[in-house]
């Protein structure tokens, strides 16, 4: 508090007023040592000493809680604490009344942090999203990438929940994947959203662009995909297992944000590998051949078909001679 004078609204004392009550001769000083048989005197003003500056005009007060202040308790209690300042502060204080420390720093962090991560996510989408679609030539980009790489987000992030905040896998005994008793630490999902956006769309990319060389070369939709998966697949899986176990070693930390961190991630790349690029991006590319690839243009005569290039691979492997495949009016 800030000001020459301390106390509450309706008895209030005057800062130079208590080196006078603490000197050891004093009535006040005297009746304390009576009374209690301890130099209450010199001890309160070596404490005075402590929290009052040298001009007498601001005091500083420690708050002991009866609780970690490293819990979620503690946003509970600074907001009421700021409720408190509000309400008890006359006008001639305004703005002479602060709150800090570590954990009122922490907390300020987290509010302003978390008020700004929508506008992250919606920055990180449009800027990508509309990258990839100018990359591709596909106004449909957009709408797909929200199925294939949002969609798949939120289920990772909500298996992780159910892990780390309602105890899915406590029955297991493993400390690492163990529920909290606040679940995630508050800076997790900012650090690890990003990153798994970028994992995702690492495989996205190269199994995308992969699907259009095929299409645009002449090969009916089915055919593309199904070419492009059998073409890559090792290399998507290959590449996701690696990352998973490079990702999954941190598991074996003793740290819990560290431990939460390496969830997300290992769960997410596994998702993306073995579940979106092997199933959800062909499921959803196969829908609709025009609009994947609007407003670009693709071959829409003499295609190849899926048939076609199955029967002239298995005619190379048998050793066959077969006329090369006629792709896009080549």
């Known amino acids: 508090a800030e000001g020459n004078e301390i106390g509450t609204k309706h008895s209030w004392i005057r800062f130079d007023e208590v080196p006078v009550l603490l000197k050891p001769d004093s009535l006040a000083c005297k009746g304390f ?10 001890l309160y003003s070596f404490s005075w000493g402590k929290s009052v500056n040298k001009e007498q005009t601001a005091t500083l007060i420690t708050i002991i ?7 979620s308790r503690i946003e509970t209690f600074i907001r009421d604490t700021y409720d408190v300042l509000d309400e008890f502060k006359p006008e001639k204080y305004k703005d002479r009344l602060h709150l800090c ?5 922490f907390v300020e962090d987290m509010t302003i942090s978390f008020g700004q991560f929508p506008i992250l996510i919606a920055i990180t989408c449009i800027v990508v999203f509309s990258l990839l679609g100018v990359m591709l030539k596909s106004a449909f980009v957009v709408i797909r990438l929200t199925l294939t790489v949002l969609l798949p987000l939120a289920s990772v992030f909500g298996l992780a929940v159910v892990v780390y905040q309602y105890g899915a896998l406590d029955w297991t005994g493993i400390a690492q994947v163990s529920s909290y008793e606040d679940g995630f630490y508050w800076y997790v999902p900012l650090l690890c959203f990003t990153m798994c956006i970028g994992l995702a769309l690492d495989y996205d990319v190269l199994v995308i662009s992969r699907i259009r060389e095929h299409r645009v070369a002449g090969y009916e939709i089915r055919a593309a995909i199904i070419k492009s998966i059998w073409e890559i ?25 560290v431990n939460q961190m390496s969830w997300l991630l290992t769960t997410s790349v596994l998702f993306d590998t073995f579940v979106v690029q092997m199933i959800a991006v062909p499921a959803i590319m196969s829908l609709a051949d025009w ?10 005569g003499k295609l190849v078909t899926l048939e076609e290039e199955v029967e002239h691979h298995n005619r190379n492997l048998q050793g066959i001679p077969v006329e090369p495949l006629s792709l896009n009016g080549v």
């Open 291 to 300: 609009l994947s690839w609007w407003p670009g243009n693709v071959p829409t």
């Open 101 to 105: 420390g570590i954990e009122v720093g």
């Open 65 to 71: 809680l009866p609780f970690s202040p490293f819990t």
């Open 33 to 42: 040592r009576f009374l209690t048989h301890e130099d209450f005197c010199s």
């Open 233 to 257: 697949n090792t290399t998507v899986v290959c590449a996701g297992m690696i990352m998973a176990l490079a990702f999954g070693g941190l598991l074996l930390s003793s740290s819990a944000a």
